[in-house]
C-alpha cells in the first residue's frame, strides 16, 4: 500500500474491495463519500467482449496516479482519496478500477472523482487489452474531444 497523508494507491491482482476502500476514506468530518466503479461491460463497439487483460508501467502508474490525487487536493476541498487498478485477465462483470474520495461537501466528492478518473484514463499507462471471439485488440485510450474550429464544417470556396 502507498498512502499520501491517508490516501491510498495500489495495482493489485486480485478483486478490489470496494467496501473497504469506502470504509478507508470516511472519516467522521465529511458529509459525502463519492465513488467510480469501472467494470468489464459484455461488448466493445458492438462486438461482445470476452474478457480483458490490463498491463501497466507499475512504478510510473503509481507515480501517475500519486500527482492525480495531489492534483485533486490542491483543486478541490476533499478529505480523502482511494484510487486501486486490477491488473490481469478480468472477466465480465467484475471491477476494473475503484476510485472513492472523502470530503464535507457532495459537490467537491463529485468533481474531483469525475477529475481522477478523466484524468486517470488520459495519462496514467495501464493498457487494455479486449478479447473476442475472432481475436484481440489494444484498445486506444479515450481521445481529447475536437478543437471547436477543427470540427466545424468549412464552407466549400
Known amino acids: 500500500m502507498t498512502f ?3 490516501d491510498l494507491f495500489r495495482l493489485v491482482s486480485e478483486p478490489i474491495d470496494a467496501a473497504a476502500l469506502i470504509r478507508h476514506v470516511r472519516a467522521s468530518e465529511d458529509g459525502a463519500v463519492v465513488t467510480f466503479d469501472g467494470c468489464v461491460r459484455n461488448q466493445s ?3 461482445p467482449t470476452l474478457y480483458l487483460d490490463y498491463e501497466a ?9 500519486r500527482e492525480i490525487a495531489a492534483e485533486m487536493h490542491a483543486k478541490f476541498p476533499i478529505h480523502r482519496v482511494a484510487i486501486v487498478h486490477r491488473l490481469g485477465r478480468l472477466q465480465i462483470g467484475e471491477t476494473s478500477i475503484f476510485i472513492a474520495v472523502s470530503a464535507p461537501h457532495r459537490p467537491a ?3 474531483a ?6 484524468t486517470l484514463k488520459r495519462t496514467v499507462p495501464i493498457w487494455k487489452k ?3 471471439e475472432d481475436g484481440a485488440v489494444w484498445a486506444d485510450g479515450e481521445l481529447p474531444p475536437a478543437p471547436a474550429e477543427a470540427s466545424r464544417a468549412k464552407p466549400a470556396s
Not at 508501467?57 to 496516479?65: Q, R
Open 4 to 6: 499520501l497523508s491517508d
Open 45 to 47: 463497439h458492438g462486438r
Open 57 to 65: 508501467y507499475e512504478p510510473m502508474a503509481l507515480a501517475k496516479i
Open 109 to 111: 466528492a463529485f468533481d
Open 113 to 118: 472523482c469525475r477529475f481522477a478518473i478523466d
Open 130 to 132: 479486449e478479447y473476442f
